[in-house]
């Protein structure tokens, strides 16, 4: 079975400061995801990446970045963050773009404050 | 634009049987999922239709017709544990997924 680790299930921080949010796969997946999950609203890309230190901005990217220097890992990285990024976050990733489904790691439930 | 619409919410009832609408807009496409999601938990894949007609896996179906953009899940003898959220997502033309909101069911004894 996939596994999808992602390193915390709740965090706590304060305005401004540097957040990294990380995610493990086991199973050798070429793509990773990071989604952002809202009450009301449909999953919201922010970035993907397709391999090794490749990234590819989704739909929401402003005010975050990412990182990919190992094929399994996939960090988000909260440059700056502010009250509007308290969300939950979701890490994913597949074998195949085309046709497999994102198998999802537990999320981490981010409060701003 | 690109777009999907579920409905928020459903009510049904144990050993009942539920069906799940999906309408969706994307520029092309290649494919449908749906997912379950507990609450607070992972979504977990259910299914994925990318030609026409009814696919079954045990208590699930899930139909596609992509002339009129359109999907449903069909869950059949309900059990309590159905009870989550369950999600639309359409793959267009550049292989992105458009996401519903989500349509929660709610299972009554």
């Known amino acids: 079975d996939v596994k999808v680790t992602q390193s915390s299930r709740y965090l706590v921080k304060r305005t401004g400061e540097k957040v990294f949010l990380e995610c493990v796969q086991d199973?050798?997946?070429?793509?990773m995801f990071w989604y952002r999950q809202d009450p009301g609203l449909g999953l919201r890309l922010i970035y993907f990446?397709?391999?090794?230190?490749?990234?590819e901005k989704g739909d929401i990217p402003e005010g975050y970045s990412v990182s990919r220097e190992k094929k399994e890992r996939f960090s988000l990285i909260l440059e700056s963050a502010s009250t509007n990024q308290t969300s939950m976050y979701l890490c994913?990733?597949?074998?195949?773009?085309?046709?497999?489904?994102?198998?999802f790691g537990n999320g981490t439930r981010l409060t701003v404050t | 634009g690109q777009n999907i619409d579920q409905p928020t919410e459903m009510t049904a009832t144990e050993g009942a049987i539920v069906q799940i609408n999906c309408t969706y807009q994307?520029?092309?496409?290649?494919?449908l999922f749906w997912y379950q999601q507990h609450a607070g938990e992972a979504p977990t894949f259910l299914s994925y239709?990318?030609l026409d007609g009814l696919e079954e896996k045990g208590r699930f179906s899930s139909f596609l017709s992509r002339s009129k953009g359109y999907s449903y899940l069909l869950l059949k003898e309900l059990q309590m544990k159905d009870s989550a959220s369950y999600l639309c997502?359409?793959?267009?033309?550049?292989?992105?997924?458009?996401w519903g909101a989500g349509t929660k069911l709610i299972i009554k004894p």
């Open positions: 994913a990733s597949s074998p195949r773009v085309e046709d497999s489904p994102l198998h």
């Open positions: 199973m050798d997946h070429e793509n």
């Open positions: 990446s397709y391999d090794v230190k490749m990234k």
């Open positions: 994307t520029s092309g496409f290649n494919g």
């Open positions: 239709n990318v």
């Open positions: 997502a359409a793959m267009d033309s550049n292989y992105q997924l458009i």
